[in-house]
């Protein structure tokens, strides 16, 4: 969960750390793991909302000067009312993690985001959508991409120039020959054939997802005669009828489109290592991705990234400069995109190195944190 490990992180760099979470719920398990202290506390009817603004308000007062960070947009009634009881001792800085698409320059609305002090969004475009939809003050929203804890992966060789866009990567045999081995032993792990293109999609089985588009790519490439296969790694929603629909139909597809032994389904793993050093090509199928940790994830790793032209994935790609972008939804628009990374394996590792430098450059936890903790010493400051 990207709020713990934010969380964890600012705990390790020093910071005197709350964490509040509702009972029983999955952040209040993660934090309590990595050592975090945890309020536990259980919201109450809308009706009772100022009440429980009150009680957090006053226990946050009797800790001194408090930093709240809100990350979850429907606690803003709350956490704004907070901030208000808290007499001048509560900033608050909300922590941006859906797009804002509709205007929201409405009365109600403009006094709730009147008790924001700063606004961090996590990319470019949706500091655009804030400006756009409401009348929050352009000089107090703060970019700051979510971070990926870069710290099990060794930093890449060379540097991504911003201005010339070139990324200087040296060139080794030695280093490819060390990734064609990753390969072979991840996919021997993962019980996949050792030679051939594959790509890959990763994370929960869902129709919002994608999956079932990827399939379908994946069918019009073999049936244009390119040898390319898929490899789904995930779980389903068993439990929910429309997610357990979607499953059965996404295990059904590989079959009805001809390509049985093409797809090959594996359950999710705590840790991808295996799924990134196996495939050739990371697929983003989703219609609108907020942001991408998965997108990000496979960049780091040094995988080509075929993305949807939407949300967060434009701006992670630069556009299409570091990845390849097709039509959200258009399957032959996926297909040659991966076409594209078939035929051309090492321009598109090059522009994998280049993507890959941009990422610890730009996106990793301990820049994410050292950015946050500016945005914290200015409201200290006012």
Request: one cysteine or more.
């Amino acid at each position: 969960m990207n709020t713990v490990r934010m969380a964890a992180g600012l705990r390790d760099r020093g910071a005197n750390l709350l964490f509040i979470a509702s009972p029983g719920s999955a952040a209040a398990a993660k934090a309590s793991a990595e050592g975090l202290k945890v309020l536990l506390f259980q919201r109450s009817s809308f009706i009772k909302l100022l009440c429980d603004a009150w009680v957090l308000a006053k226990l946050l007062r009797r800790r001194g000067p408090q930093i709240l960070i809100s990350v979850y947009n429907p606690d803003l009634p709350l956490v704004g009312w907070l901030r208000r009881f808290g007499k001048g001792k509560i900033r608050l800085v909300y922590q941006q993690h859906m797009q804002l698409t509709i205007k929201k320059r409405d009365p109600v609305h403009t006094f709730r985001y009147s008790a924001i002090d700063a606004w961090v969004a996590p990319l470019p475009y949706l500091k655009q959508q804030v400006i756009t939809n409401t009348r929050f003050p352009e000089n107090r929203v703060h970019v700051i991409p979510i971070g990926l804890d870069l710290s099990a992966l060794k930093p890449p060789p060379g540097r991504y120039n911003t201005e010339t866009r070139i990324a200087a990567l040296p060139a080794s045999a030695n280093m490819q020959q060390l990734k064609d081995a990753d390969k072979l032993a991840a996919r021997k792990r993962l019980g996949l054939p050792p030679l051939g293109f594959i790509a890959g999609i990763l994370g929960r089985i869902d129709a919002q997802k994608g999956q079932g588009l990827c399939i379908e790519a994946i069918a019009l490439l073999n049936k244009a005669g390119h040898n390319a296969a898929l490899l789904v790694m995930g779980e389903g929603t068993r439990n929910e009828q429309e997610a357990a629909e979607y499953l059965d139909k996404i295990l059904a597809l590989p079959q009805a489109l001809g390509i049985a032994g093409k797809v090959y389904f594996k359950p999710y793993q705590p840790n991808p290592s295996d799924f990134y050093n196996a495939i050739d090509v990371f697929l983003l199928a989703s219609g609108a991705e907020t942001y991408g940790m998965v997108t990000l994830e496979a960049m780091a790793a040094g995988v080509p990234v075929a993305g949807s032209h939407s949300g967060g994935t434009i701006d992670l790609l630069k556009g299409g400069e570091l990845g390849n972008l097709y039509i959200p939804g258009d399957a032959a628009g996926m297909a040659n995109a991966i076409l594209d990374i078939m035929l051309k394996p090492a321009a598109w590792q090059q522009k994998a190195g280049a993507a890959r430098l941009w990422v610890f450059n730009n996106y990793g936890l301990q820049k994410m944190l050292g950015e946050m903790e500016k945005v914290f010493a200015e409201l200290e400051g006012r």
